[in-house]
T-cell receptor
């Protein structure tokens, strides 16, 4: 089965600073990859998904971007963070032979 | 468009009591349905999934869910709650092309000793 790694686990950044969150996958090749955000007291919102290297689909307009430079690497970025970017960011992957998504441990981002 | 409604943001049960977490979905095509559990400050763990095989699905930790097309429901149950079941539970639906997950707002399960 696949394993999703995320880092860092927690991050505190000032408003206006850049952001880079990394997600890597092991145990599968050519997975679909997803970035979700979970704001305090709210459900999960899909931000981006990718079906292959360099292929990114954005689900909601926002201050963030995503990239997939390698098959099993998915990066979430921002040039200038906003207070509203605070939240718990989760990366997920789906093996193309299965239906379910597996999630990483998440990154808690606090923008101050 | 697909959507998921979880009735009850908080559910409280006594240890040993039946757990019932409600999920209703909306989908114009036969969906895939999932239940995930999230412990504090952790990622989501898959409990069980429905992918159009048996309508009664058994998952990990003694949980099960029944797909009822006529009621558009996929409620999660466990006969006897344990203290370790205290967590937040999310129901999700996906379509059969993009496999993108649409989540409900979650239900926090509290287990009283």
């Amino acid at each position: 089965s696949q394993t999703i790694h995320q880092w860092p686990a927690t991050l505190v950044q000032p408003v206006g600073s850049p952001l880079s969150l990394e997600c890597t996958v092991e145990g599968t090749s050519n997975p679909n990859l997803y970035w979700y955000r979970q704001a305090a007291g709210r459900g999960l919102q899909l931000l981006f998904y990718s079906v292959g290297i360099g292929q990114i689909s954005s689900e909601v307009p926002q201050n963030l971007s995503a990239s997939r430079p390698q098959d099993r690497q998915f990066i979430l970025s921002s040039k200038k963070l906003l207070l509203s970017d605070s939240g718990f960011y989760l990366c997920a992957g789906r093996d193309r032979a299965s239906y379910e998504q597996y999630f990483g441990p998440g990154t808690r981002l606090t923008v101050t | 468009a697909q959507s998921v409604t979880q009735l009850g943001s908080h559910v409280s049960v006594s240890e040993g009591a039946l757990v019932l977490l409600r999920c209703n979905y909306s989908s114009s095509v036969p969906p895939y349905l999932f239940w995930y559990v999230q412990y504090p400050n952790q990622g989501l763990q898959l409990l069980l999934k429905y992918t159009s095989a048996a309508t009664l699905v058994k998952g990990i930790n003694g949980f099960e869910a029944e797909f009822k097309k006529s009621e558009t429901s996929f409620h999660l149950t466990k006969p006897s709650a344990h203290m370790s079941d205290a967590a937040e539970y999310f129901c999700a639906v996906s379509d059969r092309s993009s496999y993108k997950l649409i989540f409900g707002s979650g239900t926090r399960l509290l287990v009283r000793p």
